[in-house]
Each structure stands twice: as structure tokens, then as C-alpha cells.
Nanobody, 115 residues
């Protein structure tokens, strides 16, 4: 079992920055990869960025060059640094952890970007 707790969402103007954090606890040594997904109203949940246990990263085309995912293995925390935010980045952001065949999700944190 893995527990995920997100923080760092909020309201920001277009062009601004936010940093999301996701603290993992439980069976963290079995985690293969962690990532951030987002879901806007009326849309499907989509992958934003992911990072493997080996440090490889993957980004959605819409956030490349603006968002950076990183992890602190000492704090068991994954971060999503979001720069040059756009109104279309407005969504609920969810932290995800993959442990073998299991997926774990955080409760979500709202990010709202005003124009």
C-alpha cells in the first residue's frame, strides 16, 4: 500500500508559477514510477509528467519546456514545478504512483490560472 498526499495548488495569474508536491508513504520502495495527471472539467484525466525510479522523465507535449518533474528520494517526495502557466493548465492535479500492477492516487489539488 502506498499513500500519497499532494500540496501546492492554488490560484495564479497567467505567466506565473506554482510548485506541486506529492509526499509518498507506505511501501515506497516498491514504487516503479510516479507522475502527475490532471483533469479539467468535462475532460478526461491526462498524463502531465512522469518520472521512473531510475530518474527517466516523460512529459505531455503541452507542458514541455514549461513544467519540470523531479523527486527527492530522501523525503520520498515528487515535485512538479510549473512555469509560464496558461489558463488551459487549469485543472485538478493528481499525483500517481505505480507499484507493479497497482496504481495509487492522491486526493487531487486544484490549480487555477486566471487570464
Amino acid at each position: 500500500q502506498v499513500q500519497l498526499v499532494e500540496s501546492g495548488g492554488g490560484l495564479v495569474q497567467a505567466g506565473g508559477s506554482l510548485r506541486l508536491s506529492c509526499a509518498a508513504s507506505g511501501s515506497i520502495f516498491s514504487i516503479n514510477a510516479m507522475g502527475w495527471y490532471r483533469q479539467a472539467p468535462g475532460k478526461q484525466r491526462e498524463l502531465v509528467a512522469a518520472i521512473t525510479s531510475g530518474g527517466s522523465t516523460n512529459y505531455a507535449d503541452s507542458v514541455k519546456g514549461r513544467f519540470t518533474i523531479s523527486r527527492d528520494n530522501v523525503k520520498n517526495t515528487v515535485y512538479l514545478q510549473m512555469n509560464s502557466l496558461k489558463p488551459e493548465d487549469t485543472a485538478v492535479y493528481y499525483c500517481n504512483a505505480v507499484e507493479g500492477e497497482y496504481d495509487y492516487w492522491g486526493q487531487g489539488t486544484q490549480v487555477t490560472v486566471s487570464s
